[in-house]
Every structure is written in structure tokens, then in C-alpha cells.
């Protein structure tokens, strides 16, 4: 892959400032074209620099002011649209079957769920000793363990009660040695679709029937192999769809991603619908209010209505369902559908990770949106993949884990694309020339846990601490950008702040 190199550069052209301000930064489009003098290979679009070749330079202008003013920071902001994803095999359990659903509880203390899967059938198996499980130590583990058929796995106590045939719990210190302990659903529970945790307890929300209305279990002991107290329906959907997400803010209300497939014949479009729908709660188990829908990629209505039929509505809950047949409105041309929602949000920056089946009827792979807000409207990023995924995402030991229902799933250092560095220059004597510079020092973002909070991450801004630049007149910054990235992603600079002290 090409290498980009961004380099922010001396100018001798100024703006001259009068009075003082906070910051100078280049951010909207406006902003990025009256600090450049000059750029080779930089192509300026939607408030954003991206390089078009391998190697890219811009020169800024020098900022000038009527008094001398103190720096205090630089601080480089890039595109949220995260391509910045890598193959991983397939993360968790080797017998972990179905969506894949994930918790982080703490650091090294990571969760996956799903239906417990039986060892893979090998020739001339008969030949071969019956496994025989063996005690077993694991460090972090205060327990007692046993050995099973699978590599890197070992079964708890809880993992050894009887079955429920519903969803199943794993836990990791490392992402590598998983622990299973057991069922967090019975078989009602088993189209599990996502999960929060608050207060010492575990959300588990699953839709009864297939598609239809989420509904919770609460459970505060993940070790015992029994299911928690089944809530019942948390959320009536007005819709058909569910497989939703669940996020809780900062303020600690859980928000509900749904699917919404009153606008498209879900059943020849993988169960999806490009219109999602969202519901709030104070406490994540009742009163759910219907908010604006985050994502809405609806074509034209035609004004005409349609009809398809769902396999499991009727069979699996006939007192509620008494016909397999579900209406929508036509639209066209056809559309891209969207579904299988998952949520997390990095810095205040929300993302939904969920199924994309192409209008044009190219393979499903994953598919994700990103809004500065819970609220939306969510804007297309991109996708990575092959296959129906039903995903979910997670942050794990200081890396973004995508695990999908497919062989193949993804990991990620963050949206950041490496690598940035950046130096500032000051006029100490207010001949409009640069006098001294910072030395050169590499930037990036960092990511860490919130405490009491599975899917919120905290983010440290690239920052630059400029204390030791001397007072000036006028200030300019230089950045050099290389992509050191395999992937499809390149560092695209969203804005530059530089900073002053009162």
C-alpha cells in the first residue's frame, strides 16, 4: 500500500490578530482554506485534508498577533470514519455458536456469549481415547477448573450445570484463554441480540419470537450457570425487526437500536431494513420511549404495500402471533439494508456496527455509522468483510475487538491511523519569521476504560504540550503524516487546534 506523507510546512504569509484568542483552529472548510499557502497532492473536502498520492504537503500561514501570547498545546484530530480494521481469525470460544455478544467488565475481565457448540466431528474419532477432563489452574482464576476437548479452554463450576439451550457465558483475562461458566439464558432466550452491564448486574436482551421485541434477562452472579431473572418484554416494537443494540450514555439511560422493517421486504434482504429505529429507559428494563430514528437510508415510497412471511413468529409464540404475514410500504429504486445492531462509543463518539446487505446484491459483510451524538442521525463509514456477521465490538486489552458469526473477524488499534508528528514554531521578536521551534514529537490518540461502563471508552486527544516554547508574536505548526497502515484506511486530518494559556 501507498505511504502518506502530510506535512504542514513554514510560510512567510501571516494573519494578523488584534486581539487575543483561546485557539486557532482549522477545522470547516473555510478554516482549512485560509491557513494554507500552499499544498501538493492534498485534496480538501467536507472540512477535512486527505492525501491523493503517497506523499503530501501543505504550508501553513503564520499566525500574528498585536501582543506577545504564551502556547500551550497542539492538538491533531482525524476523521472518525475508522477503516482502520485488521483480520483476526476467529476471536473467543472455538465452540461459541451463533451472533457472538461481548461485555467488558473491567480491565482484563472480558466476556463473550453465545450457544454452547459441541467439539467439530474428526476422522476416525473412534480410534482415538474419549477426552477425559483433568483439574486445571489458570492465573486470574481463583477457582476450581477442568480441562476440555477445546485449546485454551477450561469449564468453571457453573460451566458444568445442566444446559439450558439458550446462550452461553465465557470470560477472559487475556482475549486468548477463555473460561466458561455456564447458561445466562434458557431456551427462550436464545435469539440473544446484545448486553449491558450497570450496578454490578448483567443486561441480557433477546428477542422472543425471532425478530420480534426485545426482552431481558437481569442477573448479577455470571458464575453460577444459571439464568438471571427473566424481565419479559422490555421494549413493545411497533415495527417488525428488533436484533437491536444496547448502549447506556454517560448519564447512565439505555438506548435501544432496532431494526425497523416497515419500509422493505426484509425476508429477501437478510432480515435487515435500512431504516433503524431507537427507544430510551431510565433502568434498561420498561418504560422505553421512541425517539428520531438514527439511521434512515429509505429510497421513495411508492405508496403501494407488500407482504412477506417470517418462519419462527407463529411457531415459537402462537399466543401472540397468529399469522406468519407481515406488511411494508414499497419503496424504490431498491435499497441498501442495514441490521444485527451493535454499539460503542469512543470519547463521546457513538458508532453502530451492524449487518450490510448491498442493494446491488454483492456480498454482506459489516457495516458501521458513526454520529457525534447517541441522538444521530448516524452517518455511513464503511465496511470490512464477507458474510452475514450479526457482530458485535468490544475494547480489550487497549484494542478494539469486531467479532462476527463468520470464521473471519477483525481487531483495531482505534479510529487513529498512525503515524503523526508535529512541531510548533513561535516569532519571539515580531519580524513575521519563525525564531524557535519545538523539537519534532510523535502524537496519537489513546484509549482507556470508563469506569462502571461496558461500551463507553475514554479518549485522550493527540496533544503536543508546548509549556516550554518561549512567548511570540506569531505561531505556525508543521505535521508529518505517514500511513503505516495494510489496510484501506490513511490518515485524514479532521482539524488542528493550537492552544494559548490565559
Known amino acids: 500500500m501507498k505511504k502518506a506523507i502530510l506535512t504542514l510546512a513554514v510560510c512567510a504569509a501571516t494573519f494578523n490578530y488584534g486581539s487575543a484568542e483561546d485557539a486557532w483552529t482549522v477545522d470547516s472548510q473555510t478554516e482549512w482554506q485560509d491557513a494554507i499557502a500552499e499544498s501538493s497532492n492534498l485534496e480538501f473536502t467536507d472540512g477535512m485534508a486527505a492525501p491523493t498520492e503517497s506523499t503530501a504537503t501543505l504550508q501553513s500561514k503564520l499566525k500574528s498577533f498585536a501582543e506577545k501570547r504564551s502556547a500551550s498545546s497542539l492538538t491533531v484530530s482525524q476523521s472518525a470514519v475508522w477503516e482502520n480494521w485488521q483480520p483476526a481469525g476467529n476471536l473467543g470460544p472455538a465452540n461459541l455458536r451463533d451472533a457472538p455478544v461481548m461485555l467488558r467488565l473491567g480491565p482484563s475481565n472480558y466476556w463473550m456469549f453465545g450457544r454452547y457448540g459441541g467439539a467439530p466431528k474428526k476422522k476416525n474419532a473412534s480410534a482415538k481415547p474419549k477426552f477425559v477432563a483433568e483439574a486445571a489452574t489458570l492465573d486470574g482464576f481463583d477457582m476450581p477448573l477442568k480441562t476440555t476437548p477445546f485449546k485454551n479452554q477450561f469449564d468453571a463450576p457453573g460451566g458444568l450445570q445442566p444446559r439450558q439451550g439458550g446462550y452461553h457465558a465465557w470470560q477472559s483475562k487475556d482475549m486468548v484463554n477463555w473460561v466458561h461458566h455456564g447458561s445466562i439464558t434458557h431456551k427462550q432466550g436464545k435469539w440473544m441480540t446484545t448486553a449491558e452491564y450497570a450496578d454490578g448486574k448483567a443486561y441480557f436482551y433477546y428477542d422472543f419470537p425471532n425478530d420480534q421485541d426485545p426482552h431481558v434477562f437481569v442477573d448479577d452472579d455470571l458464575f453460577d450457570g444459571v439464568p438471571g431473572d427473566n424481565k419479559g418484554m422490555a421494549y413493545y416494537d411497533p415495527s417488525h425487526g428488533s436484533d437491536c443494540a444496547i448502549i447506556r450514555d454517560l ?205 463507553q471508552v475514554a479518549k485522550t486527544p493527540a496533544s503536543l504540550d508546548l509549556s516550554s516554547l518561549p512567548d511570540g508574536y506569531g505561531f505556525q505548526f508543521e505535521v508529518k503524516v505517514t500511513d503505516s497502515t495494510e489496510n484501506v484506511s490513511k490518515p485524514i486530518l479532521d482539524a488542528i487546534t493550537l492552544s494559548f494559556q490565559d
Open 251 to 455: 448519564d447512565g439511560k439505555f438506548h435501544l437500536i432496532l431494526e425497523d422493517w416497515s419500509p422493505i421486504n426484509a425476508q429477501t434482504h437478510a432480515w435487515d431494513s435500512p431504516l433503524a429505529a431507537h427507544a430510551v429507559s431510565p433502568d434498561g428494563v420498561r418504560d422505553f420511549q421512541a425517539l428520531a430514528a438514527p439511521v434512515d437510508e429509505r429510497t421513495k415510497p411508492t405508496g403501494k404495500t407488500g407482504k412477506y412471511k417470517h418462519p419462527h413468529w407463529v411457531k415459537e409464540n402462537p399466543e401472540r402471533f397468529k399469522t406468519p404475514v407481515a406488511e411494508y410500504e414499497i419503496h424504490k429504486p431498491e435499497q441498501n439494508a442495514y441490521g444485527d445492531w451493535a454499539a460503542i462509543s469512543i470519547g463521546g463518539q457513538y458508532y453502530l456496527f451492524c449487518d450490510f446487505d448491498p442493494a446491488e446484491g454483492k456480498t454482506m459483510s459489516v457495516g458501521w455509522f458513526t454520529s457525534p451524538t447517541i441522538d444521530g442521525p448516524f452517518k455511513w463509514c464503511g465496511n470490512v468483510g464477507k458474510g452475514h456477521p450479526d457482530p458485535d465490538i468490544m475494547f480489550a486489552e487497549g484494542q478494539f475487538y469486531l467479532a462476527t458469526q463468520q470464521k473471519v473477524d477483525f481487531v483495531s488499534p482505534g479510529p487513529w491511523v498512525e503515524s503523526v508528528e508535529v512541531r510548533v514554531g513561535v516569532d519571539t521578536n515580531n519580524d513575521g519569521e519563525v525564531n524557535q521551534w519545538s523539537d519534532w514529537s510523535a502524537v496519537k490518540e489513546t484509549y482507556d476504560y470508563v469506569p462502571g461502563f461496558a461500551k
